[in-house]
């Protein structure tokens, strides 16, 4: 589990614990509440998603994220990605734009390590994906086709 950082008043720091501690006992037990996770994101983000994580073990590493607005073409060079559709509706597509298909609730998607993927379009919100990646998925690792679509922090947001 990433350490968290200083910041804000100490309100704020006792709040970064509590969530940090009913995260521990959560990840103690086995038991998450993905619908209660997706609940806590914020209506609207400066990043493309938002996204906490569940475990971030060196084998594996789940998450919940919202996708906030459509993503341009990226990859992941460490990682496989398996995304669950929680909610929401949207498009993507991976290796060639010529194989762009629909996603829907109830649905798997899977991205092998490097490869290409993007959803261009957000059909209806909130999209809300539950993540395993494996191994474990740095933040920092994403690699957009044309550098000048965003950077790892222009991506993702992390909400704790």
Known sequence: MPDLPLRGTVETRKLEVLFMSEKQEA????????????????????????????TNREAASARVFRVYKP??????????????????????WMKD???????????????????VHA???ILEGP????????????????IFVNPEDGTPESFIQQSY
């Not at 209660?36 to 906490?52: C, H, N, W």
């Not at 010529?98 to 649905?107: L, N, S, V, Y």
């Open 97 to 115: 734009p010529a194989t762009i298909a629909e996603f829907r609730p109830g649905q798997l998607l899977f991205f092998e390590k490097g490869t």
């Open 119 to 121: 959803l261009p379009d």
């Open 71 to 92: 993503t341009p073409p990226h990859y992941h060079a460490t990682c496989d990605e398996y995304l669950y559709v929680f909610s929401g509706r949207g498009t993507f």
């Open 27 to 54: 990840s103690a037990t086995g038991r998450f509440d993905i619908a209660e996770v997706a609940a806590s994101f914020p209506g609207t983000a400066a990043t493309l998603l938002v996204d906490r994580y569940l």
């Open 127 to 142: 999209v809300v994906f539950l993540s395993v990646d494996t191994p474990r998925r740095d933040p920092k690792d994403i």
